[in-house]
């Protein structure tokens, strides 16, 4: 049986990272396999990078008609960008979960969202289209993370809350637990700081840093 081919969308650190995270599931099996990067800087055309030829969005598309394409950039609001773009030029989306990632069965995934080495999610989960999980995360029960909500390294999520669209979660920051009643919301646009404790809910389009984390000061 043939393998489905896979379009990194961005060559910088996390495309590449997103490409290994592609060759590792084709190395355990996967039917799939990285083939190239998508760029939208014409500088990088024809470079190859990781041993993957750079190309445009059209080239690769032609190259590859039917293919899938994998957001290969951590900022949400650049990467949905991309998606759409993709989505465009005739591409489709995957699911892409590292071999080394424990999961209950009890977990709503959808497509295009990327889940790398190390994660542990437990159970009742929902991860809407185009999620980011980044190595060594943990995602407790009842959490629910709407369209490209990004989480960096080493994030730690408990039970029991609600990240809005496109929230991004810094590297090693920790949001605790809410109750089924009162869920801990993370608003649209939201941005957690790097080793952040969050305790409360956060306003859509909001930054907070510390421990306990606390609105950023403009």
Known sequence: MSTAPVIIYGVGGFGREVAWLVDECFQAGELI???????????HFGKIVNGLPVMSLDAAATAYPGAFVAGGIGSPRVRQKIMEKAKAAGLHFRTIIHPRVEKSQWIEIGEGTLICAGNILTTNIVL???????????????????????????????????????????????????TPENPIVIGD?????????????VAPATTVVGVPAKPLAR
Do not use: W
């Not at 396999?33 to 500088?43: G, S």
């Not at 999980?133 to 709407?146: I, P, Q, R």
């Open 189 to 201: 646009d939201a941005v957690i700081g790097a080793g952040a404790c969050v305790t409360k809910s």
């Open 33 to 43: 396999e990285p083939v190239c990067f998508v760029d939208d800087n014409p500088d």
């Open 128 to 178: 809407a289209a185009h999620v980011q999980l980044n190595l060594d995360c943990t995602v407790g029960h009842d959490v629910v993370m709407d369209e490209y909500v990004t989480l960096a390294p080493g994030v730690h999520i408990s039970g029991c809350v609600h990240l809005g669209k496109r929230a991004y979660v810094g590297t090693g920051a920790v949001i605790i637990n809410g």
